[in-house]
């Protein structure tokens, strides 16, 4: 594992910028790998999984120090808003979930009063901070099917209703019909060209804008 030093460095470039949140993304990837027995994240990268519950800088950091991509399936983003990851030793079982301190912020603001930008101030605390005023951290088991791991596709599958391909078990029974997802109702988008049966982009360089519901 690097320093915190070194991954402020490699996370500034990787991001853009350095912020608070990518402080706390990195110490909280180092104390999860650290808690599970992973000392060097390059060399466990084929033991290692990490769940992400937010979309922001600290999620940027965290996949940074732990080597986890979405695109490699070993990292896993599920949207529940808070700054938190789980992370879990495929070897050995051993999971910890590691939770940023909502007082932290508090604390930190009050550390660097000289410091006049705030989110400056708050940066510079967050690197010399307390673990333990930083961070909560629970040991926590994660039920992983064949299906959630790195590798290739478990399964796959063509929705009977879009004819579009699902991998690794993801579609839905409803009756004796294989579904996607979004054909099942989970839908997160409406179509806008009004097709039949939403299937694509056919019709949306025409400009159209009017809406229909497919009625079931
Ligand atoms: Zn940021
Ligand atoms: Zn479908």
Same mark, same amino acid.
């Not at 030793?89 to 079982?93: A, K, M, P, Q």
């Given at each position: 594992m690097k320093t915190l030093e070194d991954y402020v460095l490699l996370a500034a470039e990787s991001h853009g910028h350095m912020c608070p949140g990518q402080i706390l993304g990195i110490r909280m990837a180092m104390l999860g790998l650290r808690s599970i027995g992973i000392d060097d994240p390059v060399k466990a990268r084929k033991r290692l999984l990490t769940f992400v519950e937010i979309d922001r800088c600290a999620t940027d950091a965290v996949s940074l120090v732990t080597g986890c991509r979405l695109g490699k399936r070993s990292l896993k983003f599920l949207d529940y808003g808070k700054v938190a990851a789980t992370f879990v030793?495929?070897?050995?079982?051993r999971a910890v979930r590691v939770a940023a301190r909502d007082d932290a912020r508090a604390k930190a603001k009050a550390m660097f009063p000289a410091i006049a930008d705030a989110s400056q101030a708050q940066l510079e605390a967050y690197k010399v901070m307390e673990t333990a005023d930083l961070f909560d951290l629970q040991a926590v088991r994660v039920k992983l099917? @064949?299906? !959630?791991? @790195?590798?290739? @596709?478990h399964s796959r599958v063509t929705c009977a209703q879009c004819g579009e391909g699902v991998n690794n078990g993801r579609e839905r029974r409803l009756g004796d019909r294989i579904l996607c997802r979004s054909c099942a109702g989970e839908r997160y988008y409406e179509s806008v060209t009004g097709g039949e049966e939403d299937?694509?982009?056919? #019709?949306? !360089? #025409?400009g159209k804008t009017e809406r229909q519901e497919s009625g079931g």
């Open positions: 030793n495929l070897e050995t079982g099917g @064949p299906e !959630d791991l @790195p590798g290739r @596709p299937s694509g982009v056919r #019709s949306q !360089d #025409s």
